[in-house]
């Protein structure tokens, strides 16, 4: 018998405590401290252990999660958890992940996953139906919107540059531009710098009074870079950026793009899968028009890290990409099946796919187009009751779920330190048009109206001056 296998006792046992920690973490999350303390004494024990030489044993193991991991851990799942684009993992999530790390199937060539293949291009065809685009569009599953931006120029890299899979940048041709906005995920720069464009390439073009990409800058921007003997080749538009949740004006970017022939990758990791709600399509629609669109599953599908998306419209440009021939891998192609290595970089590929399927089918889609028009609504209640507050003041339009605000005459990162210590939530900072100011988002199911009434109450108070006491001026410690 191997030594790394449980006893049928031990099986039962490890289910029993499993249950019982999943049970135990989903009754404490509302009394939990959203941003605990961390135990530096045991977080330094953990890093001074050495590697075991004989094992513990379940229970022991248990005891160690419980005990020192999760006290120690971030409290995701707290309805007041608002500082990111991250919500909490939905219900079915962990019993997802438990299944695919059990099967551990291999999703890179369909003979070694074959239910996960088709699971996969389910998943993939559903949200391409989501975007707007045509049956021809492919794509892959992601780690998340960085690389999945990162996946995507390079395919426009391929498709764009003659020759680029054999001279790469070593070529005697004009610099290549890639073009974004000032207020875009900084995945873009990063992109640029490993895929070898180099920053001094990407222009970063500035916004409107909306925080959206400016298409006149733009337009002049490109003309600039023609008229310099340079090469421009991709523009990276943002449907919901970080800071504000803007949503660049999609149309009128790709109008151009086609104009001047472009390719156009959409940055929808936050804001895409809003198209879920039908109010939100005519902010979005252009998302439909892009070459290639990221999008999170693990943001507002609620999937539990990692999952991240990218679509290509035509999806033979996808594959041009990232398909090499390789002997020991062939394989007979199959019409049902997908050779997901042949659409990626990645050979050994988790099943991603899993968990996002299994919550729409133990979900319906129809609760998370509920869910996600429920944050929307929890938004603009925190923003109208930020502007009805004197000494609250409203930075930015509020377009998808993020809130960004000023309190007058308060220090913000104090402001934020003491929000959370008294547990009333995580947020988060912003800087926008050289202002500081706080920035909740809120991206989590969990959250209700009384969540938000509290941190406007917790707010209210912060922005009140004290009031002075008749018969005798504030002293230092009132001030």
Same mark, same amino acid.
């Given at each position: 018998m191997s030594?790394?296998l ?15 920690l ?9 009394? !939990? ?17 050495? @590697? ?29 958890f608002?500082a ?8 079915i ?23 996960a293949?088709? +699971? ?34 390079? !395919? ?11 001279t ?15 207020e !875009?995920?900084?995945? +873009?720069?990063?992109?640029?710098a490993?895929l ?17 990409m ?8 490109i ?33 151009l ?21 039908e109010?939100?399509?005519?902010? @979005?629609g252009?998302?439909?028009?892009a ?18 998306c ?13 398909a090499?021939?390789?002997s ?12 997901? @290595? ?19 089918q ?29 000494g ?7 377009t ?25 939530a ?20 969990r ?6 009434d ?8 912060m ?8 018969g ?6 009132d001030?």
């Open positions: 030594e790394l449980l006893t049928d006792e031990e099986r039962d046992r490890a289910g029993t405590r499993l249950l019982t999943l049970n135990g973490h989903e009754r404490g999350i509302p009394a !939990a401290q959203v941003l605990p303390e961390p135990d530096r004494e045991t977080l330094t024990a953990l890093l001074s252990d050495p @590697m075991p030489e004989d094992g513990i044993g379940v229970d022991a193991l248990f005891d160690r999660w419980e005990h020192e991991i999760l006290p120690n851990s971030t409290t995701v799942a707290h309805p007041r608002l990111y684009v991250l919500g909490p993992p939905n219900g999530g962990p019993y997802a992940e438990a299944v695919a790390a059990a099967i551990n199937q291999n999703c890179n060539f369909w003979q070694l996953s074959p239910a293949s088709v +699971v996969e291009r389910a998943v993939l065809e559903w949200l391409a139906e989501v975007v707007g685009f045509p049956s021809s569009a492919k794509g892959i599953l992601t780690g998340g919107g960085s690389l999945a931006t990162l996946q995507a120029l390079a !395919a426009a890299l391929h498709d764009r540059v003659p020759g680029f899979r054999a790469g940048l070593q070529r005697p041709a004009p610099a290549l531009v890639v073009y974004t906005s000032v !875009a995920h900084r995945s +873009v720069d990063k992109a640029a490993i070898g464009i180099g920053l001094d390439h990407v222009r970063h073009i500035p916004t409107d009074s909306q925080h959206r400016d298409v006149t800058a733009l337009t002049e921007a003309a600039a870079d023609r008229s310099a003997g340079r090469q421009p080749w991709c523009v990276v538009a943002t449907c919901g950026t970080v800071n504000t949740g803007a949503v660049d004006p999609l149309d009128a970017i790709a109008d793009c086609a104009e001047q022939d472009l390719w156009l990758h959409v940055d929808g990791a936050y804001g895409a899968l809003f198209l879920l709600c109010e939100m399509r005519a902010v @979005m252009g998302c439909a028009r070459d290639s669109i990221s999008l999170d599953p693990h943001k507002t599908l609620f999937a539990p890290l990692e999952a991240g990218l679509l290509v419209r035509d999806g033979a440009k996808l594959r041009d990409a990232y090499f021939d390789s020991y891998l062939t394989v007979a192609e199959d019409p049902l099946l997908t050779d997901y @290595m042949d659409y990626g970089p990645q050979l050994s590929r988790g099943f991603k796919a899993l968990k996002v399927w299994s919550a729409l133990a979900f319906g889609v129809n609760a998370f187009r509920t869910t996600m028009a429920r944050t929307l609504d929890l938004a603009r209640r925190l923003a109208d009751g930020i502007e009805a507050t004197p609250l003041t409203l930075l930015a339009p509020v998808l779920t993020a809130v960004c605000f000023a309190i007058d005459g308060v220090d913000h990162t104090a402001a934020l330190q003491a929000l959370a210590a008294d547990n009333t995580l947020l988060g900072p912003v800087l926008l048009d050289g202002r500081h100011g706080i920035r909740a988002c809120i991206t989590n199911h959250t209700t109206p009384a969540d938000i509290l941190i406007l109450d917790r707010l209210k108070a922005s009140s001056p004290p009031v002075e006491p008749a005798r001026p504030l002293s230092t410690v001030q």
